[in-house]
T-cell receptor
Framework: DGGITQSPKYLFRKEGQNVTLSCEQN?????MYWYRQDPGQGLRLIYY???????QKGDIAEGYSVSREKKESFPLTVTSAQKNPTAFYLC??????????????FGAGSRLTVL | GDSVTQMEGPVTLSEEAFLTINCTYT??????LFWYVQYPGEGLQLLLK?????DKGSNKGFEATYRKETTSFHLEKGSVQVSDSAVYFC???????????????FGQGTILTVHP
């Protein structure tokens, strides 16, 4: 079955450590996204990529980094510069068409807790 | 910039009650509108969508009508079930110009709890 796989599902990190969250999709989608979810704040966009080797900052990119070396993979690194990294992180993808109603498919999420 | 505002939650209902979750939006263009649902510990799933004014999206007994004159996309269901307990997100995609690359702007989410 096609879908998005995020790993790990749960991750604990000590302050000052970088961590990388994996996102892999087998939907052949061009565009991929990382969102952060905090209670009562909805989802906020961290980074997005519409094509391999290209990506753009979203609304809250500070303290995060991404890469897009393969179409199916879009890993997110939470760096030590991110001041409040404890959150639920969601990866999504879409085929993306200009002017289309681009429905996003989401992964199951990764919950990061800083100890 | 674009924004989405949902009614404050949480919402608690008895089974078979009528549900309304209000959603209003601000956008510069002509956005597509979505409702996503998130069950505990999971990612988001598309519930329904509408792409132009007066369109009605529907799925699993839920409905929402795209009202351009009131910039609203309220979610309704005539008779809720315990299994509808989840977090509901209203969202928009303003991609007519091809510069948003499918990005969604989300409301803050509304927690729905349905009791037997």
């Amino acid at each position: 079955d096609g879908g998005i796989t995020q790993s790990p599902k749960y991750l604990f990190r000590k302050e000052g450590q970088n961590v990388t969250l994996s996102c892999e999709q087998n939907l052949n989608h061009d565009a991929m996204y990382w969102y952060r979810q905090d209670p009562g704040q909805g989802l906020r966009l961290i980074y997005y990529s519409q094509i391999v080797n290209d990506f753009q900052k979203g609304d809250i990119a500070e303290g995060y980094s991404v890469s897009r070396e393969k179409k199916e993979s879009f890993p997110l690194t939470v760096t030590s510069a991110q001041k409040n990294p404890t959150a639920f992180y969601l990866c999504a993808s879409t085929p993306w068409q200009v002017g289309g109603a681009n429905v996003l498919t989401f992964g199951a999420g990764s919950r990061l807790t800083v100890l | 910039g674009d924004s989405v505002t949902q009614m404050e939650g949480p919402v608690t209902l008895s089974e078979e009650a009528f549900l309304t979750i209000n959603c209003t939006y601000t956008a510069t263009g002509y956005p597509s509108l979505f409702w996503y649902v998130q069950y505990p510990g999971e990612g988001l799933q598309l519930l329904l969508k509408a792409t132009k004014a007066d369109d009605k999206g529907s799925n699993k007994g839920f409905e929402a009508t795209y009202r351009k004159e009131t910039t609203s996309f309220h979610l309704e269901k005539g008779s809720v079930q315990v299994s509808d307990s989840a977090v509901y997100f209203c969202a928009l995609s303003d991609d007519a110009g091809g510069t948003s690359y499918g990005k969604l702007t989300f409301g803050q989410g509304t927690i729905l709890t349905v009791h037997p």
